[in-house]
Each structure stands twice: as structure tokens, then as C-alpha cells.
């Protein structure tokens, strides 16, 4: 099984930037995608970006140009760059691995954009 742990959410104002990290238990080589998930109060997690084991990357519509993932193999981790925050940025982030059938997810870290 595969502990996912996420750091870096907190407090910004809109405009502004946060770094995510998500650390893996164990080597991400095997991890077939890892991505980022939000969501708020009432509605459903919905998918941010996600990273395949070959670099290719995907992202929602409404953070395409200012969220950027990257995984470094080497540290087992997975970032998300996310620059010119708005309010409604505001949510839960996880972090997911998917492994064959297998979906992990972290805990969560809050990310709060201030207008």
C-alpha cells in the first residue's frame, strides 16, 4: 500500500503562489499516474492535474497556464506549482497514486486564496 503525505497548502492571497508536495511511501517508479485533486464543502473531488510515469500531463480547464506538476523520481515526490491563485482556488488538495487497479490517496491539505 501506498502512504501518500501532502505539505505546502496554507494561506495566500489571490494573485499569489503555492508550492504542493506530495511524498510516496515508496519508489514512484511503479506508480502508473499521480496527481492532484480538490474539493470543497458539497461537491464532488475533481481532478486538478495529473502526471504519468512517462511525463505527459494533464490539467482541469480552469488551471491550465497557472498549475504546473512535476515529479521527481529521485525524492519519490510529486509537486504542484500553483501561481496567480484566485479565491475559488479555495479547496482540500489531495494528492492520488494509481497503481493497476489500485487509487491512494493523502490526507489533504487546505489551500485558502483571500480576495
Known amino acids: 500500500q501506498v502512504q501518500l503525505v501532502e505539505s505546502g497548502g496554507g494561506l495566500v492571497q489571490a494573485g499569489g503562489s503555492l508550492r504542493l508536495s506530495c511524498a510516496a511511501s515508496?519508489?514512484?517508479?511503479?506508480?502508473?499516474?499521480m496527481g492532484w485533486y480538490r474539493q470543497t464543502p458539497g461537491k464532488q473531488r475533481a481532478s486538478v492535474a495529473t502526471?504519468?510515469?512517462?511525463?505527459?500531463?494533464n490539467y482541469a480547464d480552469s488551471v491550465k497556464g497557472r498549475f504546473t506538476i512535476s515529479r521527481d523520481n529521485a525524492k519519490n515526490t510529486v509537486y504542484l506549482q500553483m501561481n496567480s491563485l484566485k479565491p475559488e482556488d479555495t479547496a482540500v488538495y489531495y494528492c492520488?497514486?494509481?497503481?493497476?487497479?489500485?487509487?491512494?490517496w493523502g490526507q489533504g491539505t487546505q489551500v485558502t486564496v483571500s480576495s
Open positions: 515508496e519508489s514512484i517508479f511503479s506508480i502508473d499516474v
Open positions: 492520488a497514486a494509481a497503481r493497476g487497479i489500485h487509487l491512494y
Open positions: 502526471i504519468t510515469g512517462g511525463g505527459s500531463t
